[in-house]
């Protein structure tokens, strides 16, 4: 019987090399089919001296400030290629024993006065960053966080002429700098293969009608498409500044029993309700409107065909009539500017999208209807 588990050298390679090539699809097909998750990594803008560009005895330095200027287009490629919501410059400050000039007597206030005067220079330069808490500036607090020399100092006894000592009061006399960031893409999705489908009603006021809220990285396009249902898809940069906006897009056309209508009467009666609550969803400039004086005036504006204002429409439910008795209410209450929409022939509307950062938020507003929608990312 033991004869029966005995495995000779060929069947045992042919067995591992069967389990080695199984293993090695599983791993090929795991790696396609999952979006690459980025990893923490520790990044750091090269430390800067800028303490011999200060005069002696001075604590304020154009000079100083002008070599920030010219890395501010590294630092503000740094941060964009960088993962990480903050990013945290490091001042440090150093003090030799030389003596200080007058009214700075007490050791170390001279090297505080020019960090502080560094950290003013980045508020300065950087006013939006810093704004926005993606740039956190730190200093020495106090004197006793400047770091004073070891290398003695008595002029009696020559030390300032002393070329050895010359080179290790400059060492000991600084105003350096770094930038540290995370470097990590916290709770992001890659934008290739990401999907998401959602259906079953309009969104909450209590969450500004957003029913899609997500954070992307990479590079590829968002392919939204909306239906017949109106929804808006915006790209939001880390600041809360929109960078890109589809408006409100709808992209089925509309059939019976809706064809008099260039726009389905409830949603331009729901979306211009938002927009006088002054509610975040209806505003920006990517929002169309038009201007009707009465309600006449408006059934023109939003029929195929704006002769037939007076014809009865009292059909189509709750989304032609009842729609219709809300513009009216509207109109009869003095509201002379309405929200309509745009209607896209083609299945969706593309929206390129890239960041690095993963920073940029992806978000989808419903206000209206009993929305359905997609958003597909390609890369």
Not at 90 to 100: D, H, R
Not at 148 to 159: E, I, N, S, V
């Amino acid at each position: 019987m033991n004869n029966l588990f005995e495995i000779s050298s060929d069947e045992k390679n042919r067995i591992m090399n069967l389990h080695e090539s199984a293993t090695k699809r599983q791993y090929l097909t795991l790696e396609q089919s999952t979006p690459i998750v980025p990893t923490t990594t520790s990044t750091v803008f090269p430390k800067q001296n800028v303490g011999n560009q200060f005069k002696y005895g001075q604590y304020e330095s154009d000079v100083v400030k002008n070599s920030i200027i010219n890395l501010k287009p590294k630092i503000d490629e740094f941060i964009k290629t960088n993962g990480g919501k903050q990013f945290v410059v490091n001042i440090s400050a150093g003090e030799s024993n030389v003596t200080n000039p007058k009214g700075f007597e007490t050791k170390g206030s001279l090297a505080l006065a020019r960090a502080n005067s560094v950290k003013k220079y980045f508020g300065e330069i950087f006013p939006d960053l810093i704004k926005s808490g993606v740039l956190v500036i730190k200093t020495p607090k106090d004197v006793s966080q400047v770091i004073l020399g070891k290398t003695p100092y008595d002029r009696t006894k020559g030390d300032s002429k002393n070329p050895e000592k010359i080179k290790q009061y400059n060492l000991e006399q600084f105003v350096t700098f770094d930038i540290q960031g995370a470097g990590q893409l916290s709770n992001t999705t890659n934008i290739c293969n990401w999907k998401v489908k959602v259906s079953g009603g309009a969104g909450e006021l209590s969450k500004n009608y957003v029913t899609t809220n997500v954070k992307l990285y990479g590079t590829g396009t968002l392919n939204f498409s909306t239906g017949r249902i109106p929804d808006r898809l915006v790209i939001m940069d880390s600041s809360g500044v929109i960078t890109q906006d589809t408006g409100y897009v709808a992209t089925g056309p509309l059939t019976t029993p809706y064809k008099d209508f260039k726009y389905v009467p409830i949603y331009v009666a729901q979306l211009s309700s938002v927009k006088l609550k002054g509610n975040e969803s209806v505003s920006g400039s990517k929002i169309i409107t038009i201007t009707a004086n009465n309600y006449d005036e408006l059934l023109q504006n939003i029929l195929v065909d704006s002769k037939n204002y007076k014809k009865d429409f009292s059909y189509g439910g709750d989304e032609v009539f009842l729609g219709l008795q809300q513009l009216k209410k509207l109109c009869n209450s003095g509201v002379k500017e309405f929200v309509i929409y745009t209607i896209i022939t083609t299945e969706f509307t593309p929206t390129p999208f890239n960041t690095k950062t993963g920073d940029e938020k992806v978000l989808v507003y419903s206000p209206v209807g009993s929305t359905g929608y997609s958003v597909n990312g390609s890369c």
